[in-house]
């Protein structure tokens, strides 16, 4: 160092840094800048994030403020940046990385990130010590989340703290200027964890190479549990029908579409299209599901993977493991341009969560769970401590929307207009996620999944514990849906009573609009659209299509769907004939219900049920008007999924193209009340699905606009938000925000969080704080 630096016109100031800035590269980051700089001083993690004191020329320690900020490393987020000015000590030389200190935690631990392309360059290089090592990261690579108890971000906090590095691996861990600098999960093939292949019966595979020889499982049809970065996965070659036949069996799946993994993006151009938005999403770091529209020849390479509809979803690599099947199929060549050539395998790549429970993480609880499934297992011993299952996202009118999120955005913080008070939500029955707030973020969970079994229970408390350790926060206030059966609700009166908390409970379709508020930091009154399956209404009924004025905590409904009956109670969510019988019998046609359906159990008895009204609760739901569509067009008699009616709907709509809506196709009621009872009307004799699809989803659109627009002229607002399930449509959401767009209406819709009740605890939240400050 230049001691002329160290004059009396040097400067000293203590620095915070706030974000995601913990396991990322930041510190050697500052290191190299201040050796640039000929700046002295130290850097240190610490529960707020990341502190350092820096000393030397004025002029260079402003650059260097304002380098961190423009320069940080990829992976870094950096929040805000707070200076002080301290005494110069005029014998302090050199800039050092200080150990971690303790104290109260207001930061966050990165996300996980796919390999980069300096690990994946050694991956691939047989000169390297780390060539084809599964387990390859570095400062800006690699597991993160899944594999860290609690902050401070230190090996000795994460699931690596009992492997010791060997002397070159700890010699990287300990050089400042090294890529692999405090790396937590740093390891090579000397030290480090190692791969295993596993028999059905648990017996381990006498191999060389555990890699190569669960490829040639793969290519020989076989079903293989692979341990990714959180949790595991079931993997078929998609290209063989009769694998993925027996996997869909195994799993129970019916026809649930599965996801595929290919090696590259010029890969997944194989077998759907892809521009360019979508190429950048797809080759992101966090590496999500993307869902893409198929060439037209997709479904015969890849049959019986996404039966019956218009979108795959495609994902590329997002552990170095994954690489390395794609590596050898591809022959191991050297280096990494193969990845940007077209290779054609592709795997099926489904969570390992046998019957509906929560994913597999753990290496003995694979082979007790997923027995009967999986014939191979490929391991290793590196424990996933946070179970995540892989994120799923679409790009909607140029930007992309999260299906599920979880893997590479949790846990991400999702900023809030303004600071409140800490709160716990707890989420809703189906796609459960918690969300705890902390200051002015909210930290969104992963994808924990629906409620329906113990595992998946006793999974969400575990999250909910997770994340209060992780960031170190303990909720003032507990939010909660107004369902009180459901057990996430049980879960939050419970930890409400325990800690004698204040518990609000907020009604389902306000806590959707909600969300889309929280995100967008509006806090101005708005006209909102929820539009589901399903919601407990405040009169206790079931709603689904809603208008809503929402101005903070205060909700009040403007409108609703007409209601139709629900034969047989929540079976009839589920088969969607039913709900076309329901129609009928409104049309008064119910003597035809046994002539369309007639093949169907209990088609005989319906209308006499619906008659009588026995066990035939009326709904508001959107959910189910598009399934007395899919019924009345013969699309779908029984779902074999959630949303799969309306799914199979909207992929017929689109390979139909452009439709005109019905002249008279809808009536607005003088309590506001929209009936599309004219369309149905209408569509059942359609003999041709596409067309009725088309119209349907034309219709719609037009009806839901007048509503829309005659409601926010009436209440004077000028923005609407969008949120509940049904806006996953694209037709409907791109066609609904044009027209209204067009209007003059500002429209909001979901983005960081899902708009389906993967977002409901980020709603549930924002109200609580709402409530909270007022």
């Not at 009118?397 to 716990?424: D, E, M, N």
């Not at 002015?440 to 575990?462: I, R, Y």
């Not at 500002?746 to 993967?758: E, I, K, S």
Request: aromatic share 6%; proline share 6%.
């Amino acid at each position: 160092m230049n001691t002329d630096a160290l004059t009396d016109r040097s400067q000293r100031c203590r620095i915070r840094v706030r974000g995601v800035v913990q396991g990322v590269g930041f510190r050697p980051f500052v290191f190299r800048l201040a050796q640039q700089l000929d700046l002295a001083g130290w850097v240190r993690n610490d529960g707020e994030g990341v502190e350092m004191e820096v000393q030397g020329a004025p002029g260079n320690v402003s650059a260097l403020l304002a380098r961190m900020i423009k320069e940080a490393p990829s992976l870094a987020r950096v929040d805000t940046v707070e200076r002080a000015d301290c005494v110069s000590l005029p014998e302090d030389r050199g800039f050092t990385i200080r150990p971690s200190e303790g104290g109260a935690v207001t930061t966050a631990i990165g996300h996980d990130s796919t390999v980069c392309p300096d690990c994946l360059s050694e991956l691939f290089d047989p000169a390297n010590r780390r060539w084809r090592y599964a387990l390859i990261n570095c400062t800006h690579c690699g597991p993160r989340y899944t594999l860290t108890g609690r902050l401070p971000y230190d090996r000795a906090n994460t699931s690596m703290a009992g492997f010791v590095q060997c002397d070159t691996c700890q010699d990287e861990y300990e050089a400042p200027t090294h890529r692999r600098f405090h790396a937590e999960p740093n390891a090579c093939p000397d030290c480090g964890p190692q791969l295993s292949l596993l028999q059905a019966d648990g017996v381990r595979v006498a191999s060389h190479d555990p890699v190569a020889d669960t490829l040639l499982h793969l290519l020989t049809g076989h079903i293989v549990a692979i341990k990714g970065v959180g949790g595991f996965n079931l993997v078929c070659d998609a290209r063989n029908p009769e694998a993925v036949e027996r996997l869909r069996a195994r799993k129970a799946r019916g026809d649930k579409p599965f996801a595929v993994m290919v090696a590259g993006v010029a890969s997944a151009r194989i077998y759907a299209r892809v521009n360019p938005e979508e190429a950048e999403l797809l080759d992101a770091p966090e590496r999500p599901i993307v869902l893409l529209d198929k060439h037209s020849d997709a479904d015969m390479h890849l049959w019986g993977v996404a039966p019956d509809l218009d979108q795959i979803g495609i994902m590329l690599p997002n552990s170095p493991l994954h690489y390395l099947l794609f590596h050898d199929e591809a022959g191991r060549p050297t280096g990494t341009d193969w990845l940007d050539e077209a290779q054609p395998m592709a795997l099926v790549m489904t969570s390992a969560n046998p019957g509906g429970e929560p994913l597999v993480i753990d290496n003995d609880e694979a082979l007790s769970r997923l027995s009967g499934i999986a014939e191979l297992y490929l391991m290793h011993d590196r424990d996933v401590l946070v179970r995540c299952d892989d994120s799923v996202a679409r790009f909607t009118q140029g930007a992309p929307s999260f299906i599920r999120r979880a893997r590479g955005y949790t846990p991400t913080a999702i900023r809030l207009a303004h600071k409140g008070p800490p709160t716990l939500a707890f989420g809703s029955y189906l796609k459960n996620t918690v969300c705890l707030t902390r200051g002015d973020e909210a930290f969104l969970s992963p994808h924990v999944g629906d409620l329906s079994n113990p595992a998946t229970c006793t999974a969400m408390d575990a999250t909910v514990a997770h994340l209060m350790t992780v960031l170190a926060c303990r909720p003032e206030w507990v939010a909660c849906d107004w369902h009180p059966d459901v057990y996430a609700t049980q879960a939050a009166h419970r930890y409400a009573e325990t800690h004698n908390l204040p518990l609000i409970a907020v009604q389902h379709h306000h806590a959707h609009i909600g969300a889309v508020l929280a995100e967008h930091g509006v806090d101005e009154p708005v006209l909102g659209l929820a539009l589901d399956g399903v919601g407990l209404g405040n009169d206790g009924t079931a709603w689904g299509g809603e208008l809503l004025r929402v101005d903070g905590a205060q909700c009040d409904r403007l409108g609703h769907l007409q209601p139709l009956a629900l034969p047989g109670g929540d079976r009839a969510a589920r088969e969607p004939w039913r709900m076309a019988a329901s129609a009928l019998h409104v049309m008064g046609l119910s003597e035809h219900i046994a002539e369309r359906f007639g093949h169907l159990r209990g088609a005989d008895r319906i209308g006499a049920l619906l008659d009588a009204g026995t066990r035939c609760p009326p709904t508001t739901s959107m959910g189910r008007w598009f399934d007395a569509a899919a019924g009345l067009l013969g699309v779908c008699d029984v779902m074999h999924y959630e949303g799969e009616a309306a799914m199979r709907l909207e992929s017929l709509a689109a390979e139909y193209g452009p439709a005109l809506a019905l002249p008279g196709g809808w009536q607005i009621d003088h309590d506001n009340t929209l009936d599309l009872m004219p369309t149905l009307l209408a569509l059942r004799n359609t003999a041709e699905a596409h067309r009725g699809a088309a119209v349907f989803h034309a219709t719609l659109i037009a009806a839901l606009e007048a509503w829309v627009i005659t409601t926010a002229r009436s209440e004077g607002v000028r923005i609407v938000a969008l949120g509940g399930g049904c806006f996953l449509n694209r037709l409907l959401t791109e066609g609904l925000s044009r027209r209204l767009a067009v209007r003059g209406l500002t429209v909001l819709r979901a983005r960081q969080a899902p708009t389906n009740d993967g977002g409901l605890a980020l709603g549930q939240a924002w109200v609580a704080i709402q409530t909270a400050m007022a």
